[in-house]
C-alpha cells in the first residue's frame, strides 16, 4: 500500500508560479511511476504529468508543456509540480498518482490516488 499526501495549493493571480509537494510513504517510493491529474469544476479529470520511477523521464499534457516541471527525490518520498505562467484554467484540484505502468496518461493506470489539493487562478 502507498499512501500519497499532497501540499501547496492555493489562490494566486495569472502569471503567478506555485510548487505542488506529494510524500509518499508506504513500499519503495522508486518503484513507482508518480504523476499528477487534475479535475476542474465540471469537468473530467485529466492528466497533467508523470514521470519515471528513476526521474530520468517524464510526460506532459500539451495543455502545460513548457509551464509546468515535475520532478521527484526518491531520498525524500517526494515528487513536485512546479507550475510557473499559472492561468485561470489551471484552476483544478490536482492530485498525486502513482502506479506501475510506465508513463501513462490514463486515471485507470494509477492504483494510487492522494485526496487532491486545490489550485485557484484568479485572472
Known amino acids: 500500500q502507498v499512501q500519497l499526501v499532497e501540499s501547496g495549493g492555493g489562490l494566486v493571480q495569472a502569471g503567478d508560479s506555485l510548487r505542488l509537494s506529494c510524500a509518499a510513504s508506504?513500499?519503495?517510493?522508486?518503484?513507482?511511476?508518480m504523476g499528477w491529474f487534475r479535475q476542474a469544476p465540471g469537468k473530467e479529470r485529466e492528466f497533467v504529468a508523470t514521470?519515471?520511477?528513476?526521474?530520468?523521464?517524464?510526460r506532459y499534457a500539451g495543455s502545460v508543456k513548457g509551464r509546468f516541471t515535475i520532478s521527484r527525490d526518491n531520498a525524500k518520498r517526494t515528487v513536485y509540480l512546479q507550475m510557473n505562467s499559472l492561468k485561470p484554467e489551471d484552476t483544478a484540484v490536482y492530485y498525486c498518482?502513482?502506479?506501475?505502468?510506465?508513463?501513462?496518461?490514463?486515471?485507470?493506470?494509477?492504483?494510487?490516488w492522494g485526496q487532491g489539493t486545490q489550485v485557484t487562478v484568479s485572472s
Open positions: 498518482v502513482g502506479g506501475q505502468l510506465g508513463l501513462a496518461v490514463t486515471t485507470g493506470d494509477y492504483r494510487y
Open positions: 514521470i519515471s520511477g528513476t526521474g530520468s523521464s517524464t
Open positions: 508506504g513500499r519503495t517510493f522508486s518503484n513507482y511511476v
